[in-house]
């Protein structure tokens, strides 16, 4: 028979765990934006990317394409990024899912479209932390800007804070590292809502880890 002493030690044992978890997360995410600010630009650009941004009707039709019908308010979302950041200079069609209860993950995968016609298959993933709560799967188009190579895609992106903008059933905030900045753009089915702090972690292969 369990005592109420060991209930409350069986507690408190769990309690110590979620905030250890939230602790390790915290300077998890502390070191990675101060690695974000202190990282000194790439002196050498491998794989170039284009200079000449992709038209706007160009992208606000690869966009209405991949979400479909279903999704209402395509235009006033890329519109309101077409007006903070102008054209990208290339972009990721992909898919993710995530779920959270405090403590969050994501993970997603899809292809990157350059401006010279190149692709190339991506993944990314990464944690948050705060009051967030629920699950979700989603279709995910990412504008990027201001990258000289594609290299530069390959690391990881620090959520900006007050940038999460949202119309019917679509939603987008922008991850930043340095001058290259993200502006993914999700619309999916589940349930999933709150404020968090959080990054992504861009790379050209699959992993589990999230960090």
Request: hydrophobic letters at 35%.
């Amino acid at each position: 028979m369990r005592t109420p002493s060991s209930k409350l030690a069986s507690t408190g044992s769990g309690n110590g765990i979620m905030r250890a978890l939230h602790l390790g997360l915290v300077l998890s995410l502390a070191a990675v934006a101060a690695s974000c600010s202190s990282r000194p630009a790439t002196e050498t650009a491998a794989r170039p990317v284009s200079a000449e941004p992709y038209q706007q009707d160009t992208i606000l039709r690869e966009a209405e394409s991949f979400f479909g019908r279903g999704a209402q308010g395509v235009a006033d979302v890329l519109n309101r990024v077409f007006t903070d950041n102008g054209p990208p200079e290339a972009y990721i069609k992909g898919e993710e899912g995530g779920a959270a209860i405090g403590v969050g993950l994501r993970y997603g995968h899809g292809t990157v479209y350059l401006r010279d016609g190149t692709t190339e298959k991506i993944y990314w993933r990464g944690p948050s932390l705060g009051l967030d709560f629920g699950g979700n799967a989603a279709k995910t188009f990412v504008l990027i800007y201001n990258v000289s190579s594609l290299d530069e895609l390959y690391q990881r992106f620090g959520g900006v804070e007050g940038s999460l903008y949202f119309v019917g059933g679509l939603g987008v905030n922008y991850n930043r590292q340095g001058n290259v900045i993200l502006a993914p753009v999700r619309f999916g089915v589940g349930w999933r809502q709150g404020v968090n702090i959080g990054y992504l972690h861009i790379s050209p292969e699959r992993s589990w880890i999230p960090f």
